[in-house]
């Protein structure tokens, strides 16, 4: 095994490209674990921890663009305010400890359905920047997120950065865990309102083989709000229009059992969790 | 390859260590320091919780070359000499060790939590130590110690 360590951007996709075969690692709470229990053994591993541009992030008109190797603990500690979303997801992965080294960019490169990040990534309209030595190219979250655990990296890309848009208004998530730290989720759900564009994003996360945006469920509750005239009166939410959006949060769902939960058992978190975080984020945009 | 890297202040190095090596085998295995405790090699339990640049994290999960010139403390660090860490006490005096296999973690993890914040909620003392698993005490004793620490600090 060797061990490559670059220490900019341009010395990494340098190597990237020497070595396609090299496996990134960043803070290793996924690869080491598959080192340790000796299920994979690559030919080369590729350290980002000491390539500065990966670890910064900046503003670009409404969106941050967030280096790939932000920790859970920095981005709790630095952009809690403009990403209420992924700062909730943020604070439900592992430990202290995990969340010291834990990356985005290392949510992104697993591609984990159950990756903690993701749904909240989705609900946000994220975009993915990747490069090469070639050149850089951007992918909406969605298109990056291709199959279990398979993300569309080229060999010779790496992830160095994720485009967000700042929150507009009330972003929420909800993980379901048989406890409250150091669970990886048995489903997730997050929910993005944007009064402003009177849009409403989704990202359902564990169940199902990737991270996916409920789109039914988003184009019925912006219809709903939109007739009921409600963004402008901030009124309730009918109880019967927030069951409909959770019934088509479920169904955009393909879940399967496996020994964190069953498929119905997700099914109905998920009809939970989309009228709860429905509930908390229209109560926080009404001020309540 | 070969590893140069600070334990509790001092120069260590390392030679021949396979690049696949975590740095808690280095620690152990290599440098002579058992203290951090070898149970899950997956960062669920946090027995090998050690700093690393200051910033708690399980050395299961980094890898050792990562470490290269980096500066680690581990439970051996804190005694000074053969006078135990407050901390270290108060598990003790507190009953809070059992097996002892999960305590190294939970002392390191417990220093960290009193130098970032030294008079914790048990809401955040539970938070600090989420990631420390203990298969004896039952935690009501570890809550206990982790009290009496913080209490003996701000004395």
């Given at each position: 095994m060797r061990f490559l360590q670059p220490r900019t951007l341009e010395e990494a996709l340098e190597l990237k490209t020497q070595a396609p075969e090299a496996v990134p690692l960043a803070g290793g709470t996924d690869l080491m674990v598959e080192l340790n229990f000796d299920r994979r053994r690559p030919e080369a591993i590729m350290d980002l921890t000491q390539v500065a541009e990966l670890r910064q992030w900046r503003r670009d008109d409404g969106e941050l663009v967030i280096g790939s190797g932000m920790t859970y603990t920095r981005l709790l500690a630095e952009l809690d305010r403009e990403l209420p979303g992924l700062a909730i997801a943020s604070r439900t992965v592992g430990s202290p400890q995990i969340r010291n080294r834990g990356t985005l960019g290392g949510n992104l490169g697993t591609a984990s359905a159950a990756g903690d990040a993701l749904p909240p990534l989705v609900a946000a309209g994220a975009s993915i920047e990747v490069a090469s030595r070639q050149g850089s190219r951007t992918l909406a979250i969605t298109d990056f997120l291709v199959g279990a655990k398979r993300n569309a990296l080229e060999p010779d890309e790496l992830i160095t950065a994720i485009r967000v848009p700042v929150a507009r208004g009330p972003q929420q998530f909800s993980k379901i865990g048989s406890?409250?730290?150091?669970v990886i989720a048995v489903c997730s759900f997050a929910l993005n309102l944007n009064p402003q564009a009177r849009q409403v994003g989704t990202g359902i996360g564990s169940a199902g083989p990737v991270t996916v945006r409920a789109a039914a469920a988003e184009g019925f509750l912006q219809d709903a709000l939109e007739e009921g005239r409600l963004w402008e009166s901030h009124a309730e939410i009918p109880d019967s229009a927030s069951v409909r959006f959770a019934e088509l949060v479920a169904e955009a769902a393909s879940p399967i059992d496996d020994v964190r939960g069953t498929a119905s058992y997700r099914r109905r978190a998920l009809t939970v969790m989309g009228r709860r975080t429905l509930a908390w984020a229209w109560g926080e945009y009404r001020g309540l | 390859m070969n590893l140069s890297l600070r334990v509790n202040g001092a120069e260590q190095e390392a030679l021949g260590v396979w690049e696949g090596e975590s740095l808690l085998y280095v620690l152990r295995e290599r440098l002579g320091f058992p203290g951090s405790k070898n149970a899950c090699e997956q960062g669920e339990c946090g027995s090998c919780s050690v700093y690393l640049d200051g910033e708690l994290v399980c050395a299961c999960l980094v890898l050792a070359a990562q470490a290269q010139g980096r500066a680690v403390i581990t439970i051996?660090?804190?005694?000074?000499g053969d006078e135990l860490h407050p901390i270290q006490k108060a598990f003790l005096e507190s009953g809070a060790v059992q097996c002892g296999f999960c305590t190294p973690g939970l002392i390191v993890a417990t220093h960290e939590l009193l130098e970032r914040n030294p008079s914790p909620s048990d809401a955040q003392i539970r938070e600090a130590l989420a990631g420390n698993l203990c298969r004896c005490t039952g935690y009501e004793k570890i809550l206990d110690a982790v009290r009496q620490a913080a209490r003996a600090r701000s004395a």
């Open positions: 406890r409250n730290a150091m | 051996e660090g804190l005694a000074e």
